[in-house]
């Protein structure tokens, strides 16, 4: 079986100065929920970009390694041509049209070749996922709560028919219940419509939750991996990203652990 | 303080002072010399026609270097430039005309219309950025224009104002070659007023605010103030200049400020290279000297006595087109040529100056 | 009577000029200030397809408009398309030194001089008597009734269509429409044919009524302040600029100063910029975006 995404070696250069990301690899299967966890600065978002294809924005790079989608290389196509062959972005801010209508915003996109029986399908499940938006309909998306707009977003991005999905920072300023609400939903739209999900996110606890397999990045450089539950029960994991056990490390302990991570990386 | 510094090679200076002095290294100094003793024997073997077309670089660099200090480094756009030249222009030919107003006269009070017409200029800006600021000035500078005309057709001058040649200690100021000194003399001012107001504390708080406005009101500059500084100092030199204008041209009429006039000198600040006020006096010689060698171009071309007729044509488009040019494919000007040369030779055989080089 | 029916006629032409730099604006950021000009390159083509297909008027006509259309899209594609990601006073520069360019490429082609492609289609332009004493050209009213018929075609497109949308969608925010697969370079292409077609079909009515020569440029320029006084990025309120400004602009030279004509709309442009500087029906989040 051929992994739906692969990103080998990747290697991402801002303005021909600064490494971003040096040499991450990840593996994203058909129908899988992987999730790319790190602080700020890691190159998670950057990773990101460079799978959607909007690097060139910002004055990046793909300077070594490859990303493959279903086998086929795309790092050097146009974002649009990326989200056509089924790779579709949920970005973290901006992720709604304001001044369009909740309806409009679900019609203005361009999926690749789908028959209008198909569109309507992905627009009726929508609604079906998130019931809200039917009510919102005539809305204007400039008026919605954080919540409301974040589903609208995920709504959106479905119906261009992917077959990744990538998510980047799910629970950024949410309520925790809007976030498991959002997470619930997720996963049903994994289970119901095999689309794949890559989750990029700050809150480790949100993402492994959901993900079956999950990417540690620091500095630019994987630095763990494994799937959700394994990764969970990690005690770099339950001590760095989890919150711990609540008492202090010593300073020397912290020392430690960087000097491990540089060691993997 | 005559401390050498290396220019190229990093960053040595240690203390504030050693930013002060303009001239820093010893090829600055050298070539700065050159330089002047160049434009000063200049003259002495032009032909009036060289004398003519150096005077008016001159006359375009003050318009170009104050438009640079307000587009250039506060990042407040204007496309009303002409209708402050006209201000100057008009101020200088009306003082003359009525009150018989002598030269040294004239010239200090267009500076002072200029200014207020910069605070009238500016006070959009305090409400208005980017686009909406620039559309601003362009209405002005068709009000402006249309005053000037109304002022003509009223006084019955309908072909224009004639302006005497302003007289300097008892002789009149005809003469091609004092008139270069004097252009030279009002240019290099110019320069230097320019110079002195971006290296101290005025010139830093543009900077912030052309790099961000609310990220220097919150490093506690008043954004207000220095915004309409700006545009007063600015107008104040522009006015001047106009006011030179007309009485070198020793006429003054509407006509010769129409909105394109306004775009030239955009033009000059653009094919110069923004934030530069090299870039600008690059940009004033180029946009002048232009119209003259495409002219001179377009006669080497054969059947050049039927194409007379099509020279303002030509001119025109080929004036666009090398505007489209520079805006597509060099937006650094003139002046990024010129660094990205420099650079080369002084890097090799390495290609990419490091991150934090000293000077830039 | 008669000054309502000319504030109608210049109202009509002020309205289907300056749909054209809402348009582009509304989609792309991009203020058009080639837009006189590449409204005059329509009227000059209509001039060229008339020479082309004579004694077929309505051919020429139709030729005209749809190149205008095909020319609009290109100057996007080879020149503005250049311009997306930089600043966006840059392509505002480049937008003015296009149109320096075509003036000077425009008298090197066709002349300076003043020219009339209504009698090169064999057209008549009789006046129309109007219900209390005022007349009206015939091609004065074709104006109005085209300019009624682009702003109703175009308030259904941009509703309705799919296309509308994305257009909108675009304009709001272009990152988005990339992500959610528009082709961002085809909607601004399509922004730019439609305004350079309304524009040129403005251009071109206005040709046939009054002649064409350089001085069309003018007119295209003052019709940008209508567009700015209504609000850029509102067609509705494009269309109430322009009977603001063309009913100030005729009352003015009527009762004050025949020479106010030139200044007025930028007149009452600045009026409104410091009353309220987004426009009567504009976004007010606009000005924070420029």
Same mark, same amino acid.
């Given at each position: 079986m051929t992994a739906l995404l692969q990103v080998e070696q990747l290697e991402v250069v801002y303005q021909r100065a !600064?490494?971003?990301?040096?040499?991450i690899s990840l593996v994203v299967q058909p129908n899988q929920i992987v999730a790319l966890l790190g602080t700020n600065g890691a190159g998670k978002s950057t990773t990101l970009r460079a799978i959607s294809g909007f690097l060139g924005l910002d004055d990046a790079r793909v300077t070594e390694g490859a990303v493959r989608f279903k086998g086929e290389r !795309?790092?050097?196509?146009s974002p649009q041509d990326i989200t056509r062959r089924g790779i579709v972005l949920v970005p973290e801010r901006d992720k709604v049209f304001p001044n369009l209508t909740v309806a409009e915003n679900l019609i203005a996109n361009a999926p690749r070749g789908m028959t209008l029986a198909e569109r309507r399908r992905l627009h009726e499940l929508v609604h079906q996922y998130f019931p809200k938006l039917a009510e919102l309909k005539g809305r204007e998306a400039g008026y919605l709560s954080g919540g409301e707009r974040q589903m609208l977003a995920i709504a959106g991005a479905i119906v261009c028919g992917p077959a990744l999905l990538l998510v980047d920072e799910l629970s950024l300023g949410l309520a925790p219940v809007a976030v498991e609400e959002l997470t619930r939903r997720l996963v049903e739209i994994r289970r119901e419509l095999g689309i794949a999900i890559l989750l990029v996110e700050q809150s480790a606890a949100v993402a492994l939750e959901i993900a079956d397999h999950g990417y540690v990045l620091e500095n630019g450089r994987v630095v763990l991996d494994g799937d959700g539950p394994r990764l969970k029960s990690h005690p770099d994991i339950q001590e760095?990203?989890?919150?711990?056990?609540?008492e202090r490390r010593s300073y020397r302990t912290v020392k430690q652990y960087r000097r491990s991570r540089r060691w993997y990386g | 303080m005559s401390k050498s510094l290396p220019r190229a090679s990093g960053y040595f200076r240690t203390s504030y002072a050693d930013e002060l002095p303009l001239v820093q290294t010893t090829l600055q100094r050298l070539s700065l010399k050159a330089v002047l003793l160049a434009l000063l024997v200049f003259p002495f073997f032009a032909t009036s026609f060289q004398l003519d077309l150096a005077c008016q670089v001159f006359l375009a660099a003050i318009g170009a270097l104050s438009l640079m200090l307000l587009t250039g480094y506060a990042g407040q756009v204007s496309l009303g430039h002409a209708g402050l030249i006209a201000a100057g222009a008009f101020t200088a030919g009306i003082l003359a005309k009525?009150?018989?107003?002598?030269f040294w006269v004239t010239i200090p009070a267009a500076a002072v219309v200029g200014a207020l017409l910069g605070v009238v200029f500016g006070l959009p800006s305090l409400r208005l950025r980017g686009l909406y600021l620039a559309v601003s000035t362009l209405a002005l500078h068709f009000v402006v224009v249309y005053l000037g005309g109304e002022y003509e057709t009223k006084r019955g001058y309908s072909t224009g104002i004639v302006v005497d040649p302003p007289k300097l200690g008892g002789f009149e100021l005809i003469d091609g070659r004092l008139w270069y000194f004097v252009m030279l003399a009002f240019a290099v001012g110019t320069l230097l007023i320019c110079l002195n107001l971006l290296r101290g504390r005025t010139g830093r708080a543009w900077r912030a605010i052309h790099s961000h406005e609310t990220v220097a009101e919150a490093l506690g500059i008043g954004i207000a103030g220095y915004k309409l500084l700006a545009f007063v100092v600015s107008s104040a030199l522009t006015a001047v200049a106009g006011a030179l204008f007309a009485y070198y041209r020793g006429f003054v009429s509407v006509?010769?400020?129409?909105l394109f006039l306004s775009i030239q000198y955009v033009a000059m600040v653009i094919i110069g290279g923004m934030g530069s006020l090299l870039g600008a006096i690059l940009g004033a010689v180029f946009v002048t000297l232009f119209p003259y060698a495409i002219e001179n171009g377009m006669r080497l071309l054969p059947g050049a006595e039927k194409l007379a007729g099509a020279v303002f044509a030509v001119n025109y488009a080929a004036f666009g087109l090398v505007m489209v040019l520079f805006l597509v494919f060099e937006p650094q000007g003139l002046v990024g040529i010129w660094k990205r040369l420099q650079s080369y030779f002084v890097l090799w055989p390495f290609k990419h100056r490091p991150l934090a080089s000293g000077r830039r | 009577m008669q000054l309502y029916v000319n504030i109608a006629v210049l109202a009509s032409i002020y309205a289907l000029i300056a749909c054209g730099y809402v348009l582009i604006y509304r989609v792309s950021?991009?203020?058009?200030?080639a837009h006189g000009e590449l409204m005059m390159l329509g009227s000059y083509l209509l001039l060229t397809t008339a020479s082309l297909f004579t004694g077929h008027p309505y051919l020429a006509f139709a030729a005209a408009a749809l190149l205008a259309l095909v020319v609009g899209a290109l100057v996007y594609l080879f020149l503005l398309r250049r311009m997306t990601g930089e600043m966006v006073l840059a392509a505002v520069l480049t937008t003015v030194a296009l149109g320096i360019l075509l003036r000077g490429v425009m008298v090197l082609i066709w002349s300076a001089s003043q020219q009339y492609p209504r009698e090169a289609l064999g057209w008549a332009n009789p006046a129309i008597a109007l219900p209390g004493g005022a007349r009206i050209s015939t091609f004065a009213l074709l104006l109005i009734l085209s300019t009624a018929a682009v702003y109703l075609s175009l308030f259904v497109f941009l509703r309705f269509s799919r296309w509308g949308i994305r257009m909108r969608a675009a304009g709001q925010n272009p990152l988005l429409a990339a992500q959610r697969g528009i082709s961002l370079h085809g909607v601004y292409a399509l922004a730019w044919g439609l305004s350079t077609f309304t524009g040129g079909l403005a251009g071109m009515l206005l040709a046939m009524d009054s002649g064409l020569d350089g001085t069309m440029v003018v007119i295209g320029l003052k019709a940008f302040p209508a567009a700015l006084v209504g609000g850029l990025d509102s067609l509705v309120g494009a269309l109430l600029g322009s009977l603001i400004i063309a009913a100030a602009e005729i009352f003015l030279i009527h009762h004050v100063d025949p020479l106010l004509s030139d200044v007025v709309p930028f007149l009452v442009l600045i009026a409104m910029l410091v009353i309220r500087p987004w426009g009567l029906l504009g976004t007010k989040e606009e000005l924070d975006r420029v």
């Open positions: !600064i490494t971003a990301v040096q040499g !795309i790092e050097t196509l760095f990203y989890l919150g711990g056990s609540g | 009525e009150l018989n107003a002598p006509e010769a400020f129409s | 950021r991009v203020l058009n200030l």
